[in-house]
């Protein structure tokens, strides 16, 4: 904090956390720590409120293997991820997410075959940035806040990055929020394309011939 203190924002079981907040007190100078409750609630449990940053758009796509493409827009392009398994609603699930090249914002338009394969827009809208660290700097030190609006994902998500070098390598999380869908599989349950309605799968089979 400004005042050289320390703030720490934690989520667990009351237990784990009264044990936490006891070691703290058995460890720091007397009457040095404090503890409040927090609402989880939307971005309400970031740092800061969200910060409207652009748009986001989900594409699923079927090349080489099948994937979701989560894009954000950063300083005027899309910064993405592809995520094999597609996002979740569920706070308890941690999809892998690879991040590969920027995309530009033409890009999120694009629904139709690719060769040998096809892509839809499976869920778009705008979204905000939290935390404490500013964006793009948040995705540089590995790891990022952030709530969505779309049609089919809503509420505080997370990218925390495990793996860098050429290829790095995040995890895509659902905070634990009032849009949360504990057990659901949004995959699963919506599979169709904001943008026309058809699935990935009928796309692929009406024109299975075509390069």
Avoid at 23 to 37: G, I
Avoid at 111 to 129: C, F, L, M, N, P
Avoid at 168 to 188: C, F, H, I, N, Y
Wanted: with cysteine; charged share 25%; aromatic share 6%.
């Amino acid at each position: 904090m400004e005042d050289g203190t320390l703030c720490v924002h934690a989520e667990g079981e009351h237990a784990a956390l009264e044990e936490l907040v006891s070691w703290l007190r058995s460890t720091a100078p007397h009457d040095s720590v404090s503890d409040e409750p927090a609402r989880v609630e939307g971005h309400e449990q970031f740092a800061i409120r969200g910060q409207p940053a652009g748009v986001f758009v989900v594409q699923e796509h079927q090349a080489t293997a099948h994937h979701f493409d989560v894009r954000l827009q950063v300083e005027g392009v899309m910064r993405s991820w592809a995520v094999p398994k597609g996002p979740s609603m569920d706070p308890a699930v941690k999809r892998l997410a690879l991040e590969v090249e920027d995309h530009s914002l033409t890009h999120n338009e694009f629904e139709g075959r690719t060769g040998g394969g096809a892509v839809i827009v499976w869920d778009r809208g705008h979204y905000e940035q939290g935390g404490r660290v500013p964006w793009p700097e948040a995705l540089e030190r590995g790891h990022a806040v952030f709530v969505l609006h779309g049609n089919k994902l809503r509420g505080g998500f997370a990218l925390q990055r495990t793996r860098g070098g050429e290829k790095p390598q995040w995890l895509l999380l659902k905070r634990r929020d009032a849009s949360a869908r504990p057990g659901s599989d949004v995959v699963t349950e919506h599979p169709e394309s904001v943008k026309s309605g058809q699935t990935l799968e009928a796309l692929l089979a009406a024109n299975p011939h075509q390069p």
